[in-house]
T-cell receptor
């Protein structure tokens, strides 16, 4: 079973540019989470998509946006890049187990996209 | 709102010594708790999780954690660490899908093993 895949693995952009990061979840997973891991700041929740809809959003400005496609893959878009956007962006896909739909289970992470803004 | 606190940003330990990485959480409802590990230049990998049942949870690589509801803690332990355990460890909490929640991570604890 293929894991969560993210592309590209590394990216260098100039301040003010726009960037699109991509994530393909594990087959059968319908939820995708995006996190930002900036140096020294741990994992910050960005966005949560489930069944094609945005379910929740972290404390980030509107220039961070995304979407989820019918095949459950997802894109994260960042407009008007700033130097502090330099970080590792991690995508995680999510699966429910058990016969009860409300039972949560763990998230599976991709290797991340390292974005450097210069 | 839920939150996670990892009090130790770095923990240096000698090889074969025991280690405990601390995690405290706050939530107004029942939670699900996780520990993830991030090896250098890699994504996160699940170590163990607590959903319900026994409060002592055993995970991969010899790690275990104990859920303490009264102290709102989920500390991670290993009786004898190896060089290969050098990594960053993240505690995470989720309140469950019914509240349209998200998984919240702590700030991480960097475990460094000295020979």
């Amino acid at each position: 079973e293929a894991g969560v895949t993210q592309s590209p693995t590394h990216l260098i952009k100039t301040r003010g540019q726009q960037v699109t990061l991509r994530c393909s979840p594990i087959s059968g997973h319908t939820s995708v989470y995006w996190y930002q891991q900036a140096l020294g700041l741990g994992l910050q929740f960005l966005l949560w998509y489930d069944e094609g809809e945005e379910r929740n959003r972290g404390n980030f400005p509107p220039r961070f946006s995304g979407r989820q496609f019918p095949n459950y893959s997802s894109e994260l878009n960042v407009n008007a890049l700033e130097l502090e956007d330099s970080a590792l962006y991690l995508c995680a896909s999510y699966r429910e187990t058990g016969h009860l739909r409300w039972v949560n289970t763990e998230a599976f992470f991709g290797q991340g996209t390292r974005l450097t803004v210069v | 709102a839920q939150s996670v606190t990892q009090l130790d940003s770095q923990v240096p330990v000698f090889e074969e010594a025991p280690v405990e990485l601390r995690c405290n959480y706050s939530s107004s409802v029942s939670v699900y708790l996780f520990w993830y590990v991030q090896y250098p230049n890699q994504g996160l990998q699940l170590l163990l999780k607590y959903l319900s049942g026994s409060t002592l949870v055993k995970g991969i690589n010899g790690f275990e954690a104990e859920f303490n509801k009264s102290q709102t803690s989920f500390h991670l332990r290993k009786p004898s660490v190896h060089i290969s355990d050098t990594a960053e460890y993240f505690c995470a909490v989720s309140e469950g899908r019914s509240s349209a929640s998200k998984i919240i991570f702590g700030s991480g604890t960097r475990l460094s093993i000295r020979p």
